[in-house]
């Protein structure tokens, strides 16, 4: 006795036959027609959230499976009116600093059912022309690591764009933000080493367009002046390994002595400050210079650096980009405008062993009575 199918397992090999003889795509009207259900049904079945019974629900994904369908996004946005793509603008520095960053910020997009479409910046001021790339898109929001002017925003303003800007803020507007507080994240580096007795301090600084890198050297600088402590001699970095060596170098030339301690812009400059001091200056880290960077990047916890350094929590903070992201797309979508929000979160210290952080009574590098070793300069 033969035993025969199920009738829509018999019902989906004639329809494949069908879409086969016509050379055409397999549609959600085709599933409808297997699984013996509206169209709409069909749609419920595969929109996160929607109502819909067990019993349709299994139907209709034994007919998609039998079919070898799979969902139209690009359709599926015309109805709804959501691409469910979400635009990350970052710069190539950022992504090099926070390599976890990306990762998170997509794991946290995906699970709420959108996906990212990623937007790279050789330099913070090349956003003009990622933006054009943006509006074509129609994405239905973008989380921006990135700084944007006032005009930029505007412009978001007026397409009633969803915008997110991360680890960035803008001083005269209020935009919904999540960011690291930059400006304490330079003030603790200073306040840590002046208790423990560093007076002469060199800042070697990020890039001129970089509002993080900015933010912490005022912050480092506003520190300073309370304390009543000497202004910082201040030299630029492009925030790479060689801005390290080289800055070192100027701020020594400048000073005309090695400093108490260095602060830098990045770990990344820190690293090269630091192998600079030690290799070809012959420096005494942390005995004659203390020396501590920002970001806690992978290498600066490798044994031989171990670096004194300052962490953003990444995970928590791209979390939070993503919450607030979908929140602000689900308001537009109801016809609710919320006010902004600026989410901070604080950088937490890692105690490295590149500064000194506990006052000491006799420095090394220096004689009994304090007199400096000195370096030179080649």
Known sequence: MTTSKPTVEISATE????????????????????????????????KPGASVSKATYARVMKAASLLDYIPNAAARSLITRRSNMVAV????????????????????????????????????????????????????????????SDEHIA?????????????????????????????EAGRTLVS?????????????????DSSVANERRRGACERLA?????????????????SGGAGLKAIIAQMGD??????????????????????????????????????AVEPSNWLSY???????PMPKMAASAADLLCAVIDGHEHGSDAQPQRRVFNAQFIEGATARLTPAPARAGTSGTG?????AIM
């Not at 309370?226 to 060689?242: K, N, T």
């Not at 007199?371 to 370096?375: D, E, H, K, L």
């Open 15 to 46: 329809h494949r036959a069908i879409i086969a003889r016509e050379a055409r795509r397999v549609t959600s009207y085709d599933v409808a027609i297997v699984a013996g259900v509206s169209q709409s049904a069909v749609s419920r079945c595969f």
């Open 89 to 148: 603008i970052i710069t190539n520095q950022a992504n090099l600093y926070y390599p976890e960053l990306l990762a998170e910020l997509s794991q946290q997009i995906t699970a709420r059912g959108k996906r990212v479409l990623l937007f790279t910046l050789a330099r913070e001021t090349d956003v003009d022309r990622v933006l054009t790339d943006v509006w074509q898109f129609q994405v239905d929001g973008v989380i921006a690591a990135a700084r944007l």
């Open 155 to 183: 412009e978001f303003e007026r397409r009633h764009m969803p915008l997110v800007l991360f680890n960035r803020a803008l001083r005269h507007r209020v935009v919904n933000t999540v960011t690291c507080d930059h400006l």
């Open 192 to 208: 840590r080493l002046a208790a423990a007795g560093h007076r002469r301090f060199g800042i070697i600084a990020g890039t001129e």
């Open 226 to 242: 309370e304390l009543g402590l000497p202004p910082p001699v201040v030299v630029p970095g492009q925030s790479d390994y060689r």
């Open 258 to 295: 090695v400093p108490d301690a260095i602060i830098c812009g990045s770990d990344v400059m820190a690293i090269g400050c630091l192998d600079c001091a030690r290799h070809e200056l012959g420096i005494d880290v942390p005995g004659q210079l203390s020396v501590a960077g920002f970001d």
């Open 306 to 312: 171990n670096l004194t350094t300052l962490r953003q």
């Open 371 to 375: 007199v400096r070793t000195p370096v």
